[in-house]
Every structure is written in C-alpha cells, then in structure tokens.
C-alpha cells in the first residue's frame, strides 16, 4: 500500500481557499486517491476521491497532476465549520472484497475568523 | 444516507473486564471493519469482516476477538480489557461493490476509558 505524507498542521483564516498537498510517490497504477475529513468526536466521512486529473464536488477539488506522486485538495472560501483533520488514502477500490484503508495522522486545519 | 451505529459513545470498564463494542449498519453493506484512533497515530485497523462469519486480522489484533453472525452487526470483544486499550473505537462499514466510490461510512465512535 501506497503511504501518504501530508503536513501536520495548517492555519487558515475564513474566507481563504485552503489546499492541503498530499504526496505518494509509491501510488500504484490501481490505486485511487481518498480523502477523509474528520471533525472532533466524531467518525471520519468521505469528502472526496478521484484517478488523475481534477474531480469536483460540491465541498472540494482534487487536484491530480498526470505522474499522480501527489495531490492537492483544495476547499475554496473556508469557514469556521471547515475546523477539522484531513486524511489523505491511497487504495484500490473494493473488488469484492475490500479496500484497506491506512489513515496517517491526517493535516490538522485550523481555520480562524 | 448510510446509518452506523455503535452501542455507546462513553465507555469505562475496569481492567480485566470483558468488554464487548457493538456496530450495526442499515445499508446492507458487506464489508466491515473496527479502528482504533489515538492522538498522533491516526486510525489503525483491528479488524474487518467481509461476509457474515467471515473475519480477517488487521494491524494490531492482538487483545481483540471480533464477532459478525448477521450481515448488519459486527461486535468488537476485549477478552480481558487493559489500561492501553483506552482509546476511541470506531467501526465503519462499506459496500463491496466495484462502482462508486466505495466510500466507509463511520460511525460516531466510541471512547472506552480502562482503568
């Protein structure tokens, strides 16, 4: 399995775009990229994942460029509710069986009015 | 939306206890698995289940035994608990289906105090 560095802490301020960079330079060519966010006292929940390029959704971007050793998340104009740890994954998709998840000690973000 | 559930968000047990952590998920989901969260280790796996009766170690098994006899419920047993058990359980669920995201869904978790 692929393993993920990301920073330990980000501080940001509300209103700011937030990108939190993950690299895997081992990733493996079934591999996807996942990212968790997890708010205190509460489970982890899935934010987004993708394959290459840059997937969108209603929270977050990926960003993934074509040699796919990194990636970036990017949360545009953050609040105060976006105060969370962010874990970047990297795993194959279930093929019947499962997927193992290694979650790392994630990226503490810190937003601050 | 996907319901996990777990039997009790505060635990304490005294040591040598048998402790038993319950999960029951709604979504008819095949795989499931138990974590542990400490401060600093991010989550490690206990153990998953693939199927009913079916169990699989993960990381840091030992201290741990796992029950799953209906496809909705899979219980996390602390044979006789210890004070480096403490920590915050959570066990999450997820389809086994090869579309989608095959996202696992959490539950709030549980924080077990051994003393």
């Known amino acids: 399995l692929a393993k993920t560095t990301q920073p330990i802490s980000m501080d940001s301020y509300e209103g700011q775009e937030v990108n939190i960079t993950c690299s895997h330079n081992?990733?493996?060519?079934?591999?996807?990229i996942t990212w968790y966010q997890q708010f205190p006292s509460q489970g982890p929940r899935f934010i987004i994942q993708?394959?290459?390029t840059k997937v969108t959704n209603e929270v977050a971007s990926l960003f993934i460029p074509a040699d796919r050793k990194s990636s970036t998340l990017s949360l545009p104009r953050v609040s105060l509710s976006d105060t969370a740890v962010y874990y970047c994954?990297?795993?194959?998709?279930?093929?019947?069986?499962?997927?193992?998840?290694?979650f790392g000690a994630g990226t503490r973000l810190a937003v601050h009015p | 939306d996907v319901k996990v559930t777990q039997s009790s968000r505060y635990l304490v047990k005294r040591t040598g206890e048998k402790v038993f952590l319950e999960c029951v998920q709604d979504?008819?989901?095949?795989?499931m698995f138990w974590y542990r969260q400490d401060p600093g280790l991010g989550l490690r796996l206990i153990y998953f289940?693939?199927?009913?009766?079916?169990?699989e170690k993960g990381d840091i098994p030992e201290g741990y035994s796992v029950s799953r006899e209906k496809k909705e419920r899979f219980s996390l047993i602390l044979e006789s608990a210890s004070t480096n058990q403490t920590s915050m359980y959570l066990c999450?669920?997820?389809?086994?289906?090869?579309?989608?995201?095959?996202?696992?869904?959490f539950g709030p978790g549980t924080r077990l105090t051994v003393l």
């Open positions: 994954l990297v795993g194959e998709r279930g093929q019947g069986g499962y997927n193992k998840l290694i």
């Open positions: 081992n990733i493996a060519t079934n591999d996807y």
């Open positions: 993708g394959y290459k």
């Open positions: 979504m008819d989901h095949e795989n």
């Open positions: 289940s693939y199927d009913v009766k079916m169990k």
């Open positions: 999450a669920s997820q389809t086994a289906g090869t579309s989608g995201y095959n996202e696992q869904f």
